[in-house]
C-alpha cells in the first residue's frame, strides 16, 4: 500500500460561536416589549385607567390581599378580574402556540407546517360544539373541547404508525383525513343547532379571550410553561430530527422516541390553549417564520425568540379586538389580517433566506 | 484479525421481495473499502442494514465486534458515522451547525458544546476545506459543497467506522478526485471507510478492497486491481467496458469508443 500524506494543515481555530451575545439581547429585548406591552395595554380599553391606579390595585392584591375592599370596585374588577387575566393569558397562548409551531415545523421537517396540522383544531372545535349543543351530557365546553383535542392527534398518530415508525408523510396525511373528519362532525353538530348555539359554535370558532377567568390562567400557565421548557431544553435534539429522521439516527437521536416527545408536548400546549379560547389562527404558523428570520434556524434560539415574539403578538392583536370597536372583534380575524401581509412581505422578499 | 465491519450472510427483503441474500465480507481496520455495483444492486439498502435503519431479515451485521442490532442508538452513533446521499434540507443551517450536529453522540445538556467539539468541529473543516464556508447557510451550497459538508459532519462526529452512500454522485470531476485524495486521507489517520461508488476507476484507483454487488448478491470480493476486471465488468455491466493500461493505471472505458 503506498503512503499518503495526512499532514492536513490546519490553521489556528477562530472562536467558533455557536452562542451569540447578540441572540441574547434580542431575546432579552423582545422581553422587555412583552412585559412593557403588557403594563401598557392593561391599561387600555373602554374604561381607561392610569398606570398608577394599576400597579396599586395588582400590588394590593399581591402583597396585602387584606386591604383589596378598600379598592376602587369597578377599577378592580376592570383590572383585576378582567384585564389581568385576560392578559396573562393571551401572553401564554401566544407562547404555546408559537412554540407548537416551531416544534411541529422541525419535526415535520416541514417550514409550512402549523400546530393544527395533526387535527387539534377540528377535534377541538368538535368537542366545544358538542359541549354547547348538548350542556347536560357534555359539562364543560373546554373539558370538552380539549378532549377531543388530544384524540384527534392520538387517531392521527395511530393512524400513522406503522411497525414501530411514523413516516412524516404519513402522519401528515392521517392529520389531514382525521381533521376533515372532525371538520365534518362539526358541520354535523351545527346543522343539529338552534341559532343561539349556531352563533356560539361560530364565535368558538373565531376564538377570543372574553371569558377569560383567573381559573382559566392557573389551569394553562403551568402546562404550558413547563411543556415549553421541557421542549425548549431538548431544542439542539429538535435541530438534529430536522434533518430528517435516518439522519437523527445516524447522529444518535433516537427519532421516534423525540418525535413522540415532542408531539405529546407540542400537542398538549395547543390543545389547553385552543379549549380555553378557541382557534386563533396564523400565530403558530408565523411567529417560528418571523424568529428564524432573526435568529437562523437553531432550535435552541428559535423557540424562545418565536415564543416572547407570540406573547407581544397576541397581546397587539387582543388589545385590537377589544378597543377597535364598541363591541369585541374575535381575535382570529384579526391575527389573519395582521398576519397575512407580514407573511406576504416574507415570501416576496425573504423568500431565500427562509426557505432556502 | 480484527474487522471493524463484519456482514456474515445477510438477507434482506422489502416486504418479502428480497433485495439481497447470503452477503458475507469484512472490512479490516484502517482500510479504504469500496462497494461497487450497478443501480439497484442493493448497496444503499445494504448501508442501511448497516446504521440499522432497517431490520434484516437473518445473518448478521457486527462494529468493531459488537452486533448493531443490541445497540442503542445512542452507542451505535459513536460508533459509525453515516454520509447520505446529498440532499437538501428546508432549513438554512449555517455549515458550522450542521457540522457540530455530528457531535451530537458527544454532547450533553443544551448548551452543552464543549472547547473539544469546537476544536473537531474546526479540524474537520479544515481537513476539508470548507471553513470559509463556515458562515454560510447549508443549503444555499451547490451540490458538491454540500456533499463535503456531510462529509466533515461525519468527520466530526469521531467515529472509528464512516459509511458513505455514493459521495462522489453530485461533484464535478474535480471534486470527485478531491473526494476520494480525503478519503485516503481520513483512512490513513485510522478510520475505516466504506463507500459505495458507481465508477470502476475510481474503486480500482482509490480503494484497498471492493466488495461487488450485483443480483441479490455478492459476486466478488478482494483487491480492487485484480476484482475489476473485464470478465466482471462485463457480467454486471451487459458487456459494454473495456479495460486498458495507461503506463500501468488500469482504466475503465466503453467498449464502442471510437478513438
Known amino acids: 500500500m503506498e503512503e499518503v500524506s495526512t499532514d492536513v494543515k490546519i490553521s489556528p481555530r477562530p472562536a467558533l460561536d455557536f452562542f451569540e451575545t447578540r441572540k441574547l439581547c434580542i431575546m432579552l429585548f423582545l422581553a422587555v416589549v412583552m412585559v412593557a406591552g403588557g403594563i401598557i395595554t392593561i391599561c387600555l380599553g373602554t374604561y381607561h385607567v392610569s398606570i398608577l391606579e394599576v400597579y396599586s390595585i395588582i400590588a394590593t392584591h399581591l402583597f396585602s390581599p387584606d386591604n383589596v375592599d378598600s379598592l376602587n370596585k369597578l377599577k378592580n374588577t376592570i383590572i383585576w378580574t378582567i384585564r389581568f387575566p385576560r392578559i396573562i393569558m393571551a401572553i401564554t397562548v401566544g407562547i404555546g402556540l408559537s412554540v407548537a409551531g416551531s416544534i411541529y415545523q422541525g419535526c415535520f421537517h416541514n417550514p409550512l407546517v402549523e400546530p393544527y396540522i395533526l387535527g387539534v383544531s377540528s377535534g377541538a372545535a368538535f368537542g366545544a360544539a358538542l359541549g354547547i349543543v348538548y350542556p347536560h351530557i357534555f359539562i364543560s365546553i373546554q373539558l370538552g373541547a380539549f378532549l377531543f383535542a388530544s384524540l384527534s392527534v392520538l387517531l392521527a398518530y395511530t393512524l400513522a404508525r406503522n411497525r414501530g415508525q411514523t413516516p412524516v408523510v404519513t402522519l401528515v396525511l392521517a392529520g389531514v383525513i382525521i381533521g376533515s373528519i372532525f371538520s365534518a362532525c362539526v358541520s354535523i353538530m351545527k346543522y343539529l343547532s338552534n ?10 370558532m373565531m376564538g377570543g379571550f372574553y371569558y377569560t377567568t383567573w381559573d382559566d390562567v392557573y389551569l394553562t400557565v403551568p402546562v404550558v ?12 435534539k429538535l435541530n438534529v430530527l430536522s434533518m430528517g429522521d435516518e439522519e437523527a439516527r445516524a447522529m444518535g437521536v433516537n427519532p421516534e422516541v423525540f418525535k413522540f416527545i415532542f408531539i405529546v408536548l407540542a400537542t398538549l400546549v395547543t390543545a389547553v390553549c385552543v379549549s380555553s379560547v378557541g382557534i386563533i389562527a396564523w400565530v403558530g404558523l408565523m411567529m417560528p417564520h418571523a424568529a428564524r428570520l432573526i435568529q437562523g434556524p437553531d432550535n435552541r434560539f428559535v423557540i424562545p425568540t418565536a415564543a416572547l415574539m407570540g406573547g407581544v403578538y397576541i397581546i397587539f392583536c387582543d388589545t385590537i379586538a377589544r378597543t377597535l370597536t364598541s363591541a369585541e372583534i374575535p381575535i382570529g380575524i384579526i391575527t389573519a389580517i395582521v398576519g397575512a401581509p407580514y407573511l406576504v412581505y416574507l415570501l416576496r422578499s425573504k423568500e431565500k433566506e427562509i426557505f432556502g | ?55 434484516y431479515n437473518s445473518g448478521s451485521i457486527s462494529v468493531d465486534g459488537c452486533d448493531v442490532r443490541k445497540k442503542k442508538i445512542g452507542e451505535l452513533a459513536k460508533l459509525v458515522a453515516y454520509v447520505p446521499q446529498e440532499h437538501k434540507p428546508p432549513f438554512p443551517y449555517l455549515v458550522k451547525e450542521v457540522v457540530l450536529m455530528g457531535r451530537t453522540p458527544h454532547m ?135 479495460v486498458g493500461y495507461m503506463d500501468h493505471l488500469m482504466m475503465v472505458y466503453p467498449k464502442n469508443i471510437q478513438a
Open chain 1, 195 to 204: 341559532d343561539t348555539q349556531l352563533r356560539e359554535i361560530v364565535f368558538w
Open chain 2, 1 to 55: 484479525m480484527i474487522y471493524m465491519l463484519r456482514v456474515d450472510n445477510l438477507s434482506f427483503g422489502y416486504n418479502s421481495v428480497p433485495v439481497f441474500k447470503g452477503v458475507s465480507f469484512r472490512v479490516e481496520k484502517g482500510s479504504l473499502c469500496g462497494l461497487f455495483g450497478p443501480n439497484g444492486s442493493g448497496k444503499t439498502t445494504l448501508f442501511k442494514c448497516c446504521m440499522s435503519f432497517l431490520k
Open chain 1, 225 to 236: 410553561l413547563i411543556s415549553v421548557a421541557i421542549m425548549w431544553f431538548f431544542g439542539w
Open chain 2, 108 to 242: 450533553g445538556g443544551i448548551f452543552g458544546i464543549s472547547e473539544e467539539d469546537r476544536n473537531k468541529v474546526w479540524e474537520a473543516m479544515e481537513m476539508l476545506e470548507i471553513s470559509h464556508l463556515a458562515d454560510k447557510p447549508y443549503n444555499q451550497l451547490s451540490g458538491g459543497q454540500r456533499q463535503l459538508v456531510l462529509i466533515a459532519r461525519a468527520m466530526a462526529q469521531d467515529t472509528p467506522l464512516m459509511l458513505l452512500d455514493e459521495p462522489t454522485s453530485a461533484l464535478d470531476f474535480c471534486n470527485q478526485i478531491r473526494i476520494w485524495d480525503i478519503l485516503k486521507k481520513i483512512s490513513a489517520k485510522g478510520t475505516t471507510i466504506l463507500a459505495c461508488s458507481h465508477d470502476p476507476n475510481h474503486i480500482s484507483w482509490f480503494c484497498d478492497d471492493v466488495v461487488v454487488m450485483y443480483r441479490g448478491g455478492l459476486v466478488a470480493k478482494g483487491n480492487p486491481k485484480s476484482v475489476v476486471s473485464e470478465q466482471l465488468l462485463s457480467t454486471i455491466f451487459n458487456d459494454i467496458c473495456s
